[in-house]
Nanobody, 123 residues
Framework: QVQLVESGGGLVQAGGSLRLSCAAS????????MAWYRQAPGKQRELVAA???????NYADSVKGRFTISRDNARNTVYLQMNSLKPEDAAVFYC?????????????????WGQGTQVTVSS
């Protein structure tokens, strides 16, 4: 069993900052890529930022220069520092992790998703 627990969402004024956290727990062998996605009402879920186990990152063009993804491998935790927030950033943010885990004597691998955390940006 693997669980991702997100925190840090909330209400912020335009131009403000938020820091999201996502901690993975369970019978984890390794985590390759961890990522943040977001989904606004009526829109498709989109990749915001991703980071590999080695620290390589990529970002959506819309957040480059404003958001920073990082991870603490010892804690199986990924962070998203969001600065200069805009109203169009408002969405439910979801944590994603590509997890290899051990269950019932087998190594298994699949993507896990967090429950989502709401980010609201007021103008």
């Amino acid at each position: 069993q693997v669980q991702l627990v997100e925190s840090g969402g909330g209400l912020v004024q335009a131009g403000g900052s938020l820091r999201l956290s996502c901690a993975a727990s369970g019978s984890i062998v390794s985590i390759n890529t961890m990522a943040w996605y977001r989904q606004a009402p009526g829109k498709q879920r989109e990749l915001v930022a991703a980071i590999t186990s080695g620290g390589s990152t990529n970002y959506a063009d819309s957040v480059k220069g404003r958001f920073t993804i990082s991870r603490d491998n010892a804690r199986n935790t990924v962070y998203l520092q969001m600065n200069s927030l805009k109203p169009e950033d408002a969405a439910v943010f979801y944590c994603n992790a590509d997890v290899t885990y051990y269950s019932d004597g087998l190594y298994r691998r699949r993507d896990y998703w967090g429950q989502g955390t709401q980010v609201t940006v007021s103008s």
